[in-house]
């Protein structure tokens, strides 16, 4: 596990980031694409979690990958290569495979991405972005997104604070557990109301929402941001060409059928490619330059 | 803040204006009399009663093309629609009968000679007649529906007309294999060459030129088999693509689509529908059970049936 650098740019840049890389990944189904936007997410997400991010990539993130391309040829049957029959009559083809392969990609690559996502843009930075222009939806947000962290934190206090009195879900028999059990549930929905009060009036005591009022972090767009600002727009523009060109998607029904590849399409996907590898390349560099200070001391 | 207020809506009601009169066209083109003749050309056995009302269909809908296609004429000569002429010229490109394409052009030369302020005054009063037919035929239809409310059977269809075969359930007929019956069967789908604007362009390369799936052929069934059940085997046979999905509420099942020619492929109201001995029957091909001798076919429609003369199968019960 490596630090990421890319998180000390600035929110905006963090920002369109993510929102290109997971629109584009979810809307060009081109193997080419999906193939960059895969390894990239799956790269970013090894360097910014190490080896419980590999985990949870295997663990759960191969299954759901394995069944959901099992689970579109049981209940798509377009496509004019068939290659057997069901029991029922209705026809497998080699299609909807394919399109169940390529929809349970996609899926998992944005999956990705969102966990990158969410150990990227902090709430501090999206409310830095947004507490001026919508300062009641973005405080929500914020909140929304931590919420399962945050509950499973206090389930832990509370669980742990019932263990000293012998009332814990893992002392007595099962009737006792069950009861235990939900007395924790009731502490918790008690504390989550109480504490959902006490944050709006504590935000609001504070002057949240209101003009002139100054960000909990500050963030400064310097030279640095304004290079790599300037890159990924240029980045974003040639893939929006090539979507227009009509390059980055692929026609699955009724026969598989893509744009066949030039020079120009070469271009389109080496350009996506760096797009989408920016916060690596980043990270490597910034590692390379630590390395170079290191043996110089 | 109030005057912007009224600006946004007064933006948003002018994009909905303009996107409900200038959202394409969605005209659909009835199958011609000597398409739909094709279609039933082998066959002379059908009642005599029968034919009838569907030679009165086909008049009306000739009737209907002929007001389309001078409306068609009119709107070149305005020359504001270019992409309907395109498309009429693919159209053309693909449809083999010469017939239909002779008698298409007499049409136009007739349209353009003749008195075109006489044709405009007619169209606009049968525009009105058809409209209000349309409104009374409209409450005509529910009111009758509100009538047969208990007369459905458990499975939503209503009373089979007179001399049709009623529908039988799937699960109570046993098949007797010992007894092979013969049938003719038929697949196509003509009527997408007459709305080629309203066709998925990807589907082009499915699409057969002359628009027939599955020639007319004489096939072999065992006694007590549905219409269903020989679509499925020949498909198979023949290697033709086809999905079902079994309804429970209508206990049918229902053709998604042939020959990877899907419902909605042509249009919102597009979709496979079955006609046996010339009559669309108003309920769903597994509960129709079949007789010795009996024609079968499986036709495309653009339009829930209105253009090939199968809409009573709709109106009356759900296909």
Known sequence: MMRDSFSTFHPIINFTYFIAVIVFSMFFMHPAFQGIAFISAFTYSLMIKGKSGLKFNILYMLPMLLFMAMINPAFNHAGVTILFYLKSG????????????????????????????????????????????????????????????????????????????GRDISQGNIIKRAKNGIKILSIM???????????????????????????FSIFRFDNRDKVIFGVMIGLIGIVLVGAAMGQNTIRFFPSIKIVNITVFSVLIYISYFILCMIPVIINIQEAIKWKHIESRI | ??????????????????????????EVVPLSMEQMEKDAGIVEDTSPSNNDISIEANEKNEDIRDIENSEKEESKLQGDLVKESEEESLGLEIDSEKKYIDKKDNDKKADKQKEIKREQTNKIETKEENAKKGKNEKAKIIAQDKKNIDEKDKYLTDPVPEGKPEPVEWQDITINKENTLTAT?????????????????DKLEVLPEDGIIYATKKVVFYEGESVFDVLLREMQENKIHMEFVMTPIYNSNYIAGINNIYEFDCGELSGWMYRVNGWFPNYGASRYQLQDGDKIEWIYTCDLGRDIGGDWAVTGGEE
């Not at chain 1, 843009?121 to 947000?141: N, Q």
């Not at chain 2, 009224?6 to 394409?24: C, H, K, S, V, Y």
């Open chain 2, 185 to 201: 069967l038929s697949v196509t789908c003509k009527t997408i060459l007459n709305n080629m604007h309203l066709f998925n362009m």
């Open chain 2, 1 to 26: 803040m109030r005057k912007k207020k009224i600006q946004l809506t007064l933006f948003i009601m002018a994009i909905l204006t303009i996107a409900f009169f200038g959202g394409g066209n969605k």
């Open chain 1, 90 to 165: 209705n026809p497998i083809t080699f299609e909807s495979i394919i399109y169940g392969i390529s929809a349970a990609f996609m899926f998992i690559t944005v999956i990705l991405w969102f966990s990158c996502y969410n150990s990227v843009m902090t709430s501090d930075k999206f409310i830095y972005l947004f507490g001026r222009v919508i300062p009641a939806l973005s405080l929500i947000f914020s909140m929304v997104l931590r919420f399962v962290p945050r509950y499973i934190e206090q389930i832990k206090v509370i669980s742990n604070a019932q263990k000293c009195i």
């Open chain 1, 189 to 215: 929905a008690t504390w989550a109301l109480e504490n959902a009060i006490e944050t709006a009036d504590s935000m609001k005591s504070r002057g949240y929402g209101l003009p002139g009022r100054t960000s």
